[in-house]
């Protein structure tokens, strides 16, 4: 068994304040049991990509750099698992810029994933600050295994079906979004149905961005092996502890062997009419 906390929150100008909040949230979520911490995507900052501003590269930092030294810090105090979700800088090439999800464990770093699927739609501009990253790493947390992927990549299919056969057990989505309410649970109980895995999905809830007041939905939710809503949230901002049985993914592949009966030399035609049109 497993109990995740889902934190949820909207933004301020001020990085340090949304940082304690978080880290308020999960303070909490931890007396409530928590062991699995994860929180929406960007949240230490106000999602700048509603806009283009050159300014906004100024909140970037490097993986070691302060956001997530603070969450090191707090996942060693309390030894619970961390998911936190940053902009980050490359330390190795300066002025390159991803959208990732660190994943920690009992104070260790334990690596990254960056957003590989990058939207530029009206109040989404992200191609303008980041670089699509590359992989689906997956992480050992001891008892089961966790992967991720970050907000617009919940709408292709392949990203969570590779950390599946990678041995996750659960796939983390850090999301900010009010687009494409009508698909948030579809899409996020597909990926369980067909993975047979869980699926956490965190989103941002309103705030108050350049005068403007925006409306993120919140409503994360965990979906589980067989697809069904194991707990959902509403649209205000919190957070929900709720535990789930990583066990119960072995039994629903006796009844569901999906991964088994999968055909990948027949899926040839995914890669080749890509090749072909390149």
Partial sequence: MVRVGMVQMGSTESKGANVKKALDYARDAVKDGA???IFNELFTTQYFAAAEDPKFFDLAEYED???VRAFMEFSKQYGVGV????FEEDKNVRGVYYDTSAFIKGGEY???YRKIHIPQVPGYYEKFYFKPGMGYPVFDFGDYKVG?????DRHFPEGVRALTLKGADIVVIPTTTNFYPETWELELRGH???N???VVGVNRTEETFQGKTIHYFGKSLIAGPSGEVVKEMGES???EVVEIDVNGIRERRKKAPFLRDRRPEAYGDISSIYIERV
């Fill in 196 to 198: 047979t895995v869980f």
């Fill in 192 to 194: 369980g149905a067909f």
């Fill in 35 to 37: 062991e699995l911490l």
């Fill in 83 to 86: 998911v936190v979700t940053f």
């Fill in 148 to 152: 991720g992927v970050i907000c617009y």
């Fill in 110 to 112: 334990l690596g990254k």
């Fill in 237 to 239: 901002e919190g957070y």
């Fill in 65 to 67: 750099g302060p956001t």
